[in-house]
């Protein structure tokens, strides 16, 4: 039995941004164009051509009046926006004594910000300072610097806040897609970085810098969702030195390192799929990609404190914290992290733990770690690639001179699993490997239990379950979750056990999880997931029917065939599993499908012991 942190059960309770609202309304509008004159007024009819003109031309606040903030918008019109240095408003920008221009940016219709595939800008594209603020709609691309900054440089002292970000793509960019440092309470959604750190940087070789797709550096109560990142040289997302925050829905895919957790505690990592592609090129998964040695495809997860510091002079680990001197900062290490409902699909690693930095003084923790409730099928590598695991807790070194610098781990718990591989083609590659140094003085409290594998191994526990015929590949579960969903037909999918926390009520579909037993995996059992309709009692469904099949503009479904006596339980899934409306339905019942949208779906009918299942299509 595992325990719990101190603080809140799994569930931490992230604020969001709040934005054009209040105090915080958005007073003045300036319009820009990329045929637009800076002798314009800035009007929507008459709209400036220059960032800087148009930053020019928003005012600061009041001083005594709303904290001596003003909130102001640049609307863009479409178009490209050629530059050769960016759009940067600095701090001497946004601060004018005791006052204030807090800037937005939206795009109206397609907005590109940047230089061109052979003329790369060479400043960061967008950089904006202030706080309650939004940017939407735009697209950045072809830079060497960073694509979207967020910083101030009187942080910590002066930290930005409020920032919601919003379908936003950061494509081919030198440096960071978007790098936000020393920001509370930001919301990144439906929002893309592609190809961050590669342009310019192919001919790197060992040691290279790690830049990131999305990173989240000091920052608190941050959320990502929706989200693609991709074709990163370094991390895809990372969280460094943060605390509080929330990543769910997105998918990572294709970076050097897909997740990595640096130092931050308080984190849910929920509900996203991670991949890396067949056939893409082992360039995608090498940080410094001129190196030649076989590698293992890219890692789902990385967990480690190295123990880097703001602004001020250190480290040293103190008390499982970071702890910076001039200024004096503490940031939490690992602490707290709940990584569960995610698919990992053709990892090197699917979760790595790695000691950090060992020439620090002081031990750094990592510490109420619960993954739980994933599916990790397949791998992916260069043959003769060094040995990987799917779970790999790498802790070589001990520096037994001071014989206290060291990373240790406490309250590991990795239970409610799949992990499946192909062994055969990946004969090196283990389901658990722990590298200890033989004088580590500990503790390494890790549980593994409760996961069903593919493999025999030491660390399958008295709970946990092994079968060689569990699937080891599949094609891309980007579009389709049948060939791994629990279900008759698969399963081998099927292990259930009694749930890792009470608040994991749905599965990686928002499907409903079954109570008290739950499946392991992050897909919850199913009745149906095979596409073709099926009945348990054939001889008895020519009795049953559902009509208007196809159902064109109707707003009901309507059965004919149940037993009269009493009602039968629905369920309308789409094809991939997911249910958008159940119920209860009597003999010639009524079913609503009203604020259904249209498609091919599947509805199963439980009566009597029977289960009853007819495709059907509705069609506006």
Same mark, same amino acid.
């Given at each position: 039995m595992f325990c719990l942190p101190i603080w809140t059960y799994g569930q931490f309770d992230i604020a969001e941004p709040v934005v054009n609202t209040g105090n915080y309304l958005i007073t003045d509008t300036v319009y820009m164009a990329p045929d637009g004159n800076d002798a314009n007024p800035g009007t929507f009819a008459l709209p400036v051509k220059s960032f800087s003109v148009a930053l020019q031309k928003l005012p600061y606040g009041t001083a005594g009046v709303n904290g001596g903030?003003?909130?102001?918008?640049?609307?863009?019109?479409?178009?490209?926006?050629?530059?050769? %240095?960016?759009?940067?408003?600095?701090?001497?920008?946004?601060?004018?004594?005791?006052?204030?221009?807090? =800037?937005?940016?939206?795009?109206?219709?397609?907005?590109i910000i940047g230089g061109t595939a052979n003329s790369f800008a060479t400043g960061h594209l967008l950089v904006l300072t202030g706080n309650h603020i939004f940017i939407k709609n735009l697209k950045l691309r072809y830079s060497t610097g960073i694509g979207l900054l967020l910083s101030r440089p009187t942080a910590p002292a002066s930290r930005q806040n409020h920032v919601l970000i919003e379908n936003v793509q950061v494509d081919s960019v030198g440096n960071f897609s978007m790098l936000f440092k020393n920001v509370d309470t930001i919301l990144v959604r439906n929002s893309s970085s592609f190809y961050a750190s590669r342009p310019g940087n192919e001919h790197l070789l060992s040691p290279c810098q790690w830049p990131s797709g999305i990173k989240f550096f000091d920052c608190h109560e941050s959320t990502i969702h929706d989200c693609e990142i991709a074709y990163t040289r370094g991390e895809g997302l990372n969280f460094h030195n943060s605390e509080r925050a929330d990543a769910y829905n997105n998918i990572l895919h294709d970076n050097g390192l897909n997740f990595y957790n640096d130092n931050s505690a308080k984190l849910m990592v929920h509900h996203n799929l991670i991949y890396n592609t067949p056939g893409i090129g082992s360039q995608y998964w090498r940080n410094c990609p001129s190196d030649t040695n076989k590698v293992m495809a890219s890692r789902g997860f990385l967990i480690a404190n190295e123990g880097a510091c703001d602004q001020g002079n250190g480290p040293v680990f103190e008390n499982c914290s970071t702890k910076c001197t001039l200024p004096l900062e503490y940031f939490s290490n690992v602490d707290s992290m709940y990584v569960y409902n995610n698919i990992l699909q053709h990892v090197g690693s699917a979760f790595g733990f790695w000691q950090g930095v060992t020439d620090i003084v002081g031990v750094n923790c990592i510490r109420n770690v619960f993954i739980f409730n994933n599916t990790v099928i397949g791998a992916l590598g260069e043959s003769g690639a060094p040995a990987s695991a799917m779970v790999n807790f790498f802790f070589p070194n001990y520096n037994a001179v001071f014989n206290s610098f060291y990373g240790t781990m406490q309250n590991v718990n990795i239970t409610h699993n799949i992990f499946t591989y192909d062994t055969l083609s990946y004969p090196l590659m283990a389901p658990v490997r722990t590298t200890f140094h033989a004088m580590h003085p500990g503790p390494l409290d890790i549980t593994l239990d409760g996961n069903l594998w593919n493999k025999n191994h030491a660390f399958v526990g008295a709970n946990g379950l092994v079968r060689t015929n569990l699937p080891v590949s599949t094609y891309m579960l980007r579009d389709s979750l049948y060939s791994i969903t629990p279900c008759p037909e698969n399963a081998a999918f099927i292990f259930n056990a009694s749930a890792a926390f009470p608040f994991i009520t749905n599965d990686y579909s928002y499907f409903p999880r079954n109570s008290p037993l739950t499946n392991v995996g992050a897909i919850e059992q199913r009745i149906i997931c095979n596409p073709e309709p099926f009945a348990l009692h054939p001889n008895e469904i020519q009795e049953f029917r559902v009509y208007p099949n196809p159902c064109f503009n109707c707003t009901s479904l309507f059965t004919t065939g149940?037993?009269?006596? %009493?009602?039968?339980?629905?369920?309308?899934?789409? =094809?991939?599993?997911?249910? =958008?409306?159940d119920g209860n339905v009597w003999s010639s019942g009524e079913i609503p499908v009203r604020q259904v949208s249209p498609g091919m779906y599947f509805l199963v009918l439980r009566t009597g012991g029977n289960i009853y299942s007819q495709r059907v299509v509705i069609a506006k």
């Open positions: 903030n003003a909130y102001g918008l640049i609307r863009m019109h479409p178009g490209f926006y050629e530059t050769a %240095t960016g759009f940067q408003q600095y701090s001497n920008n946004w601060q004018n004594g005791n006052t204030y221009r807090n =800037v937005s940016i939206e795009g109206m219709g397609e907005v149940l037993n009269a006596e %009493t009602p039968a339980y629905y369920q309308l899934h789409t =094809v991939d599993g997911k249910i =958008v409306a």
